[in-house]
């Protein structure tokens, strides 16, 4: 398959970044070369295979059996930070972050 | 303290127990040491002194009054700049975080000083952990103070180069797919990635959630296993850190009838010669050490590389959505919110974030998700059922860190792929969630360190740096 302008531009669009005429075909260029050498994946056939979706192989041996994520109690505990949390926005009016207009008429 | 030495974690300890130094002098000395040397090498972004002489302080007041010193007390540590520390700027290599100061610290921060180390300061990395040379850092590349002109790796060159260059006696580095190891490797010293688990991630900044490792980094295996044991444990601010009992890292390193295992695929194609020699080297010693060397094939080992810029890419258009110029970092203003997202991101980014951002959108996108993320999750199952199946045959694996040493700086920027392929010997285990050691095994004619790479099964780090420790022993330098 061939990455083409107008795919570079579309995933652009998605990832919200706004790119340099250079970049793009930068881009183009790389995502063909390094999409052509992740099509070797395609000679695996992984019909059969559970998708490993964390970073725990359950079949990893006697010490990793029972890894698994672990929810914490859903319990409410301040922080107290949100003048340290304001202090990195690039625009506040405590205690809101500022942003341009989001809805227009 | 005029002489120059390196200092480890144990003599550090001795020396304040005898009262021979104090901690505000230890930490004082490396300061002058960064101020030296910084300005060339890079290592360092940022420094904490206020930080560094308050807890020394507290130190000191401890060994005052007799009382018992805590792990790593004294120790003066050097962090990652993707790791939080409150108040003291955070950067993640990347100018849109350029004036970032966290509220909060990292869970392995907060137990290294709970363990009494001294946090001099936030090291220098490829740009929000990407890269595998320190070259994609937005404030300029480090460089490696024991192969000059060379790249030092990454995405942890500047914790491995602090080390390296004694300008820190251990560091905190992470690891995503060989960003601890494989600077670890570059540099000479001795890097760890513990099981994917085994330390919290929180505080870290996340590039791929699945894949993120925090580990340290230190001149010798004992003084790895030492930070280890400070920062691991389960944390419940995060859901995937568990809850095992650590590791005794400071058993004998008895490894007389230790199965090795070899597996074949790690000693193909692209591989220098001389790294070659270095790594068999090891191999004969460990043999010599009592182990039994086991050759086996981990047929998977091929798609890894494929495999993991199709997850950690994902994962990272996700995780790095975050940066939009609302709640933290740059802005770059403009009359709508979606103006103001895409030029913020734009500019903020660097060139290969900006580049896995868009591989990682596409991967994710509609009509594509099952063809790359869906697929590149089953063969990274594929990828861990190698390794289960060499550890139900083996205790641990040894393979070459790299398939070369230190290249040369620029010599791979305008080829990415040829830059990921770094990373070829290392992906794999961060893939199956295994830990694994880069130790140094010896250097090239031109004197470039080369890494011996050690991975055992989930939660086996204590077998993993038995191996390492007893190893460096015989090798007997350092």
Same mark, same amino acid.
């Given at each position: ?45 992984? *019909? ?20 698994? *994520? ?36 | ?31 002058? @040491?960064?101020?030296? /040397? ?18 020394? @302080? ?70 929000f ?64 990635? =513990? ?10 900044i996340a590039f791929a959630s699945?894949?993120d490792?925090?580990? =340290?980094?230190?001149? /010798? ?11 691991? +444990? ?10 095992? =009992?650590? !590791? ?19 000693? !193909?194609?692209?591989?220098? +010669? ?17 182990? @039994? ?22 994962e990272a258009s996700s995780n790095l959505a975050r ?7 740059? @802005? ?147």
């Amino acid at each position: 398959m061939t990455i083409r302008r107008e795919d570079v531009l579309r995933v652009a669009e998605l990832a919200h970044l706004e790119l340099e005429e250079a970049e793009l075909e930068t881009y183009r260029i790389h995502l063909d070369e390094i999409l052509a050498y992740i099509g070797k994946l395609n000679a695996l056939d992984t *019909s059969d295979v559970e998708p490993m979706a964390l970073g725990f192989d359950a079949r990893g041996g006697k010490a990793a059996a029972g890894a698994r *994520s672990q929810l914490r109690e859903d319990v409410v505990r301040p922080a107290e930070i949100s003048e340290a949390v304001l202090e990195n926005a690039p625009e506040a009016r405590p205690p809101y972050f500022v942003v341009p207009k989001v809805i227009e008429r | 303290m005029s002489v120059w030495r390196r200092w480890s974690v144990a003599e550090i300890r001795e020396s304040l127990r005898k009262k021979e130094i104090t901690a505000q002098e230890l930490a004082a000395e490396f300061f002058r @040491r960064i101020e030296q /040397r910084n300005p060339e090498l890079n290592a360092f972004l940022q420094l904490s002194p206020e930080r560094a002489l308050a807890q020394a @302080r507290r130190v000191d007041q401890m060994a005052a009054r007799g009382e018992d010193l805590p792990a790593l007390a004294g120790v003066p540590v050097a962090v990652k700049d993707v790791i939080s520390t409150r108040g003291v700027r955070t950067t993640c290599g990347s100018k849109i975080l350029e004036d970032y100061v966290p509220a909060y610290d990292a869970t392995a921060v907060e137990r290294l000083e709970a363990a009494g180390a001294v946090i001099l300061g936030k090291t220098n990395c490829d740009e929000f952990a990407m890269g595998s040379s320190n070259e994609n850092s937005a404030f300029g590349p480090v460089r490696n103070p024991v192969a000059p002109g060379r790249v030092p790796g990454g995405s942890s060159g500047g914790s491995a180069a602090a080390v390296a260059a004694g300008l820190a006696v251990a560091a905190l580095g992470t690891d995503t797919g060989g960003s601890i190891r494989q600077p670890g490797a570059f540099c000479g010293v001795a890097a760890m990635m =513990p099981s994917y688990g085994r330390v919290s991630r929180y505080g870290l900044i996340a590039f791929a959630s699945s894949l993120d490792r925090i580990g =340290p980094l230190a001149a /010798r295996v004992e003084d790895v296993a030492a930070v280890l044991g400070a920062i691991e +444990g389960r944390d419940p601010r995060d859901a995937t850190s568990q809850d095992r =009992p650590p !590791g005794d890292y400071r058993a004998a390193p008895d490894v007389k009838g230790m199965r090795i295992g070899v597996p074949e695929e790690y000693f !193909g194609q692209g591989m220098d +010669g001389e790294v070659r020699a270095r790594v068999e080297e090891a191999i004969r010693q460990m043999e010599a050490l009592g182990c @039994r060397r086991v050759a086996l094939r981990m047929p998977h080992t091929e798609y890894a590389i494929a495999t993991y810029y199709l997850v950690a890419t994902a994962e990272a258009s996700s995780n790095l959505a975050r940066f939009d110029g609302v709640r933290f970092g740059l @802005r770059v203003a403009a009359p709508s919110l979606s103006a103001m997202y895409r030029k913020t991101r734009g500019r903020g980014f660097g060139p290969e974030v900006k580049r896995r951002i868009m591989l990682g959108t596409y991967a994710l996108s509609a009509g594509y998700y099952d063809a790359y993320y869906l697929k590149a999750q089953k063969v990274r199952a594929l990828i861990a059922r190698d390794f289960s199946r060499a550890f139900e045959q083996v205790d641990l694996l040894v393979t070459p860190t790299t398939p070369t040493p230190a290249f040369r700086l620029g010599e791979r920027t305008a080829d990415p792929l040829a830059m990921y392929l770094a990373d070829v010997y290392t992906v794999t285990g961060s893939l199956a969630g295994v830990p694994g050691i880069s130790v140094p095994c010896g250097n090239t004619a031109a004197g470039w360190p080369v890494g011996l790479q050690i991975f055992g099964p989930p939660f086996e780090e204590a077998r993993v740096l038995q191996l390492a420790r007893a190893y460096q022993n015989r090798r007997g330098d350092a």
